[in-house]
């Protein structure tokens, strides 16, 4: 043999360990965030193409409901007959019920705002089909609080939801309780 070798020098490139680092984290990262975006609901329903979802696992609402109509079609639609709700200071997780009367021929949210901002917001709801409590996550200030409901109904096509319509209404919550939570400090909701 002359001296030659028929071995071939392969060049492995040097791995960045900082840009591995970084990928990695941003594959947590987008798993995280699609974990915590498919649990934050504690319902099951039909996702729609807008991200909305309809709530068909809600329970069973069959509360009093009024009719009224929508300001712009004259359309009867029936709501929840709610003028009052109360609240425990002491915890975050409150009774709300509040439901989608079977009579609508409509699906239903309904947000609670107070002091315009918006405490909570229920998914879509289907005809007889309600959310009996809600986690508020804030402890409140034993007292009496104004809020608006804010009942958005859609109509469905396929996948589509539509907003129809909305109407607003008027109510007092009334925290009671020794407001010993909210005075440590404890996930505050503050009127002002």
């Known amino acids: 043999m002359s001296g030659g070798s028929n071995e071939k020098v392969v060049y492995v490139k040097k791995v960045n360990v900082k840009n591995l680092v970084i990928i990695i984290m941003v594959f ?3 798993f995280t965030v699609f974990k915590f975006t498919n ?3 504690m319902f099951k329903g ?3 193409t807008d991200g909305r979802k309809i709530i068909t696992d809600a329970s069973e609402w069959n509360g009093n ?3 009224t109509k929508f300001s712009g079609t004259n359309e009867e639609v029936f709501i929840p007959d709610i003028s009052r709700l109360r609240f425990d200071s002491e915890k975050t997780v409150q009774r709300i019920s ?3 009367p079977k009579s609508n021929n409509l699906n239903m949210s309904v947000d609670i705002l107070l002091n315009e901002k918006n405490l909570y ?3 879509i709801l289907p005809p007889g089909h309600g959310i009996e409590k809600a986690d508020l996550k804030a402890c409140f200030e ?4 104004r809020a608006v409901l804010v009942y958005k109904f859609y109509k469905k096509d396929g996948l589509f939801l539509t907003e129809f319509d909305h109407i607003k209404c008027n109510i007092t919550i009334d925290a009671e309780g ?3 939570r909210y005075k440590e400090g404890m996930s505050k909701f503050s009127k002002k």
């Open 28 to 30: 947590v990262g987008l």
């Open 39 to 41: 649990t934050l609901s």
């Open 46 to 48: 039909e996702s729609t």
């Open 65 to 67: 409901s009024v009719a």
């Open 98 to 100: 509040i439901g989608n």
């Open 121 to 123: 917001s229920s998914g």
């Open 142 to 145: 034993p007292m009496e609080y």
């Open 178 to 180: 020794s407001g010993l």
